[in-house]
């Protein structure tokens, strides 16, 4: 694969995985009860905000068009959290899925690095690394919230 073309399929995937991590953190937001948790998704939201800024501008330097998730991802992902609110809304296990959810966003991101990396631009493979990054840290920080 070229350099373009790897370029634009992770910088895709990071789009893709930020946006949908925004989704599902303003989906469980109005359910979460302690403060120390609304701050901590609050903060993550911000976070992944940046990120989405940041990969949304790699993409416009490289003429490339960001993509909204797929209606069919963000619909299983909103049906998933509003079955797993409805069984058990408590914060500890909101605090679960959402470090579930850090991890499949840190392997989905780590695999298409993988695939893609080596063909990349820098700055792009740079930002993937801090995606992932952050993601693994956030998914063990969350933890605390769920014991």
């Not at 120390?36 to 330097?61: C, D, N, P, R, V």
């Not at 690095?113 to 631009?121: E, L, S, T, W």
């Amino acid at each position: 694969m070229d350099k373009e073309n790897s370029n634009e399929a992770l910088l895709s995937e990071m789009y893709s995985n930020t946006k949908m991590a925004m989704e599902n953190i303003n989906s469980v937001l109005s359910k979460v009860k302690g403060k120390s948790m609304i701050q901590e998704l609050t903060t993550q939201m911000g976070t992944y905000s940046a990120f989405t800024q940041k990969t949304s501008q790699l993409m416009h330097e490289r003429s490339i068009e960001p993509k909204e998730p797929g209606l069919m991802a963000k619909t299983m992902a909103k049906a998933g959290i509003s079955i797993n609110t409805m069984i058990d809304n408590t914060d500890s296990h909101i605090a679960d899925m959402v470090a579930k959810g850090c991890d499949m966003g840190a392997d989905s991101l780590s695999e298409a690095y993988a695939k893609h990396a080596v063909h990349c631009d820098a700055k792009v493979a740079d930002l993937c690394n801090e995606i992932i990054d952050y993601e693994r840290q956030v998914s063990s920080k969350i933890e605390g919230f769920h014991r």
